[in-house]
């Protein structure tokens, strides 16, 4: 049954797909089944979120990221260990990079990964027109791998009798969801999940997946999960052999953006990795070779961040003492001298970037990039990308920085527009994208072997800009 696998898709964004998703891996869960949850697009919220809540293992699928290969490569790694796969698409079905493209869509996951597909469509307010949005999803492509229907917010007496009609066409009813505020999983601020709400979450969980137990046919999802076809084999990647260094990483209430995926490629280089809290700890872990700062929510705790001075300043001599260091989103807003907090007041940071940071009300260069050196500047790559070469990110952020760097180039992946980014310079490769590393691991790999250097006395300094 390892390669059971199902993909939970809908028409649009706002359709139930996280709430039915969630509610099934619950009730999955509460079976005893081993289950692996993935999450399409670059979203670190969800499966964030699926871990500490519900208590199930998930990561990342992103067709811009990985080609069809690396995308199945990924996912028989981390679910080789499960008994079944959920998958929950992103927006709409076939909404892709582009306005009229289906490229990196939920459907092109699908197809990928030969996965079963399961479509939640949002009935309310319809009852027969329902099936007029089904039957547009399944002949809007030849194959469009659609098996079954789950309807949110449809009342039992209107299933049943939309039931023998769902049939007719094909698909299997796999059952509904009835309408109610209880058992929505709503949206929250950028996904925050503080310890307290954890419980609270935990209970609608739990209370959702008892009502999926009733409303949905959950042995039927399993049976046609385990119809997936067995995925062609993969070529596994040649990785090099890198001596063991030890990486500080930020994890913590202000620092949690990581994709699975990179944490799983530093550790195969050789990255014995030590976690540890800038907002809790007074100082950095001893005997440390590199620093990674990940994306998350340093304006929520600018506050905390800033009177621990002992760590702030910590860095910024570890920095300008040559230390490695990688800095994402809100791990590079860190290293500025000024950030704002969410209430308008400026806070000291580490001071790495001799500027402040502040909010905007509106998201900044939103969506999937691809950096490459910008031929433009003296540092280009800093050395971690080499001319020529590329890596693929994406940005999402409402702040916006003094000094956002220019050594690198990133290019949206429909039309012309460009812009610079990122302070790349001997031991700091800093800025607002976060980087997807399996999309060029050599990147990561040179880090390590500069960390690996830094370790051996061969110490780099932060030059002038």
């Known amino acids: 049954m390892a390669d059971a696998r199902i993909l939970f898709a809908a028409p649009s964004s706002g359709s139930g797909k996280t709430t039915i998703t969630c509610g099934v891996l619950q009730a999955l869960k509460n079976r005893g089944k081993k289950v692996f949850s993935f999450k399409c697009g670059p979203d670190y919220i969800d499966p964030m979120f699926q871990e500490r809540v519900i208590g ?62 399961v479509l939640i469509v949002d009935a309310k307010g319809q009852s027969l027109s329902a099936l007029a949005t089904l039957k547009g999803f399944l002949s809007f492509r030849e194959d469009s791998r659609i098996r079954a229907v789950i309807f949110n917010r449809m009342s039992e007496h209107v299933y049943k009798a939309l039931k023998p009609e769902v049939e007719k066409m094909g698909l299997l009813p796999i059952g509904f969801l009835p309408k109610s505020e209880d058992l929505m999983i709503e949206s929250r601020h950028l996904g ?105 929510y340093p304006e929520l705790y600018a506050k905390a961040l800033s009177e621990n001075t002992g760590m702030r300043e910590g860095i910024s001599h570890a920095l300008k003492n040559g230390l490695p260091c990688l800095a994402e989103c809100g791990g590079f807003l860190y290293l500025h001298r000024e950030l704002e907090d969410m209430d308008g007041r400026y806070w000291p940071m580490c001071g790495v970037i001799d500027a402040k940071a502040w909010k905007t009300s509106r998201l900044a260069r939103f969506g999937y990039i691809t950096l490459s050196p910008n031929a433009k ?89």
């Open 192 to 296: 925050l999940v503080t310890p307290g709400e954890i419980e609270g979450l935990s209970e609608k969980l739990r209370s959702l997946a008892d009502t999926l137990e009733c409303t949905l046919d959950i042995d039927a999802l399993l049976r046609l999960a385990e119809e997936a076809a067995p995925l062609p084999a993969a070529p596994e990647p040649v990785l090099p052999k890198l001596p063991k260094v030890r990486i500080a990483a930020a994890r913590d209430e202000a620092f949690c953006f990581w994709y699975r995926d990179n944490l799983n490629l530093l550790a195969e280089l050789g990255a014995e990795l030590v976690f540890f809290s800038p907002v809790h700890d007074k100082g950095l872990p001893e005997d440390i070779r590199g620093l990674i700062l990940p994306g998350g």
């Open 56 to 117: 199930v293992p998930s990561g990342t699928l992103d067709l811009f990221f990985s080609e069809d290969w690396k995308l199945r490569s990924l996912f028989k790694r981390n679910a080789a260990e499960a008994e079944i796969s959920v998958i929950e698409g992103v927006m709409g079905y076939y909404d892709g990079l582009a306005a009229a493209a289906d490229e990196a869509s939920s459907y092109r996951v699908a197809e990928a990964l030969l996965a079963p597909v």
């Open 377 to 465: 500047r003296k540092e280009a790559g800093g050395g971690l990308l080499l001319p020529g070469e590329t890596i693929r990110a994406h940005e999402f952020h409402y702040y916006e920085s003094g000094d956002c760097g220019s050594a690198l180039l990133a290019k949206k992946p429909s039309g012309a527009r460009s812009w610079e980014c990122i302070h790349s310079r001997e031991n700091l490769f800093a800025g607002f994208p976060h980087l997807f590393y399996e999309s060029n691991p050599a990147f990561i790999e040179r880090f390590l072997r500069r960390c690996i250097e830094y370790g051996s006395g061969q110490r780099c300094t932060l030059p002038e800009e």
